[in-house]
T-cell receptor
Framework: NAGVTQTPKFQVLKTGQSMTLQCAQD?????MSWYRQDPGMGLRLIHY???????DQGEVPNGYNVSRSTTEDFPLRLLSAAPSQTSVYFC???????????FGPGTRLTVL | AQSVTQLDSQVPVFEEAPVELRCNYS??????LFWYVQYPNQGLQLLLK??????LVKGINGFEAEFNKSQTSFHLRKPSVHISDTAEYFC????????????FGGGTRLMVKP
């Protein structure tokens, strides 16, 4: 199993550009989520999904969109990047039976 | 709503000394508690978790944590640290009626010095 994979590892955008951060898991987990990590603030939940076709907002959803068309994939879209979205983004997946979230390696995003 | 406070942003300690990283939480319902470790430029790895039962939980790499319901704490301890334990540590709480969504503390950077 590859676990949770994220691409790209690094990305630099200009203000106003759009992009999609990719996340995939091969563990057949029903739950997936996106977090952003900023210094001193831990991880904050952006969006999450409890199954294919079902998504909901987390703590800091503004400026981000998600969709979940398959169990495996959970992409995060930035429609118009802003410098405030400079951060490290982590995707996670888990199954309710184990109560343990598995994290991807992260994407470091810089918006100029 | 739940919240997590990690009282120390940085903890410097000498190699082979004991260490305690503090975590307090607030929640109105039953919780699950977790400690994750993040090594430089890597993702988060689970150290240990409390779901129910014994309040003393043992994890990987010699770490343990004790759940104290009356003090709403879940402090992480290790009796003797190594240089390789230098990392950032995150405490997280999940509510069992919220799909196990996690709320994270701000993190504690453990710096082990030779």
């Amino acid at each position: 199993n590859a676990g949770v994979t994220q691409t790209p590892k690094f990305q630099v955008l200009k203000t106003g550009q759009s992009m999609t951060l990719q996340c995939a898991q091969d563990m057949n987990h029903e739950y997936m989520s996106w977090y952003r990590q900023d210094p001193g603030m831990g991880l904050r939940l952006i969006h999450y999904s409890v199954g294919a076709g079902i998504t909901d907002q987390g703590e800091v959803p503004n400026g981000y969109n998600v969709s979940r068309s398959t169990t495996e994939d959970f992409p995060l879209r930035l429609l118009s990047a802003a410098p405030s979205q400079t951060s490290v983004y982590f995707c996670a997946s888990w199954t309710g039976a184990r109560n343990e979230q598995f994290f991807g390696p992260g994407t470091r995003l810089t918006v100029l | 709503a739940q919240s997590v406070t990690q009282l120390d942003s940085q903890v410097p300690v000498f190699e082979e000394a004991p260490v305690e990283l503090r975590c307090n939480y607030s929640s109105s319902v039953s919780v699950y508690l977790f400690w994750y470790v993040q090594y430089p430029n890597q993702g988060l790895q689970l150290l240990l978790k409390y779901l129910s039962g014994s309040t003393l939980v043992k994890g990987i790499n010699g770490f343990e944590a004790e759940f104290n319901k009356s003090q709403t704490s879940f402090h992480l301890r290790k009796p003797s640290v190594h240089i390789s334990d230098t990392a950032e540590y995150f405490c997280a709480v999940g509510e069992n009626n919220a799909g196990n969504m996690l709320t994270f503390g701000g993190g504690t950077r453990l710096m082990v010095k030779p």
